[in-house]
């Protein structure tokens, strides 16, 4: 439980967005990126538990509620093994922003690979664009 500094209980709220491209122990989309692929069912279990780290990590840090966005096609997060205290948004069509408005506090995107640098990781890239902040301040005010 978090508080101000007036001892007011705050209520803190997480944004997750993830993806399966990027998660650790999916080297390839040829066999971990689609239903139809070998492994899909295997990479859907990593990126679900991946995911369910960190939101226990929010819980850990004094989160009280957890927003998990599938982000992945045709879908990665297992609902079933995700962690219970995650809410869950998934399925066709998401439109931006992705159920992220200005009542979360935190925002964090996992499971996604860098952009097109020529790296090891290149067959299975993404870039968010649509996420970029227009303006980003850091650190509180001044003339930015």
Same mark, same amino acid.
């Given at each position: 439980?978090?508080?101000?500094?007036?001892?007011?209980?705050?209520?803190?709220? +997480?944004?997750?967005?993830?993806? *399966? =491209?990027?998660? @650790?122990?999916?080297?390839?989309?040829? !066999?971990? &990126?689609?239903? #139809?692929h070998r492994w899909y069912e295997? +990479?859907?279990?990593?990126?679900? *538990? =991946?995911?369910? @780290?960190?939101?226990?990590?929010?819980? !850990?840090? &004094?989160?009280? #509620?957890?927003?998990?966005?599938?982000?992945?096609?045709?879908?990665?997060?297992?609902?079933?093994?995700?962690?219970?205290?995650?809410?869950?948004?998934? &399925?066709?069509?998401?439109?931006?922003?992705?159920?992220?408005?200005?009542?979360?506090?935190?925002?964090?995107?996992?499971?996604?690979?860098?952009?097109?640098?020529?790296?090891?990781?290149?067959?299975?890239?993404?870039?968010?664009?649509?996420?970029?902040?227009?303006?980003?301040?850091?650190?509180g005010g001044g003339d930015h």
């Amino acid at each position: 439980m978090l508080r101000n500094q007036a001892g007011e209980v705050l209520t803190v709220k +997480a944004y997750i967005m993830t993806d *399966l =491209e990027g998660c @650790a122990g999916i080297p390839s989309w040829h !066999d971990y &990126g689609a239903p #139809e692929h070998r492994w899909y069912e295997y +990479a859907r279990e990593l990126v679900t *538990l =991946e995911t369910s @780290a960190a939101v226990q990590g929010c819980l !850990d840090a &004094g989160v009280d #509620e957890v927003l998990v966005v599938d982000g992945h096609g045709h879908g990665a997060i297992n609902p079933v093994l995700l962690h219970p205290e995650a809410k869950l948004l998934f &399925g066709r069509p998401i439109g931006y922003p992705f159920g992220c408005d200005e009542s979360f506090d935190a925002a964090m995107m996992g499971e996604f690979r860098r952009g097109d640098d020529g790296g090891p990781a290149r067959e299975v890239q993404h870039r968010w664009r649509a996420l970029v902040p227009h303006w980003l301040v850091l650190g509180g005010g001044g003339d930015h």
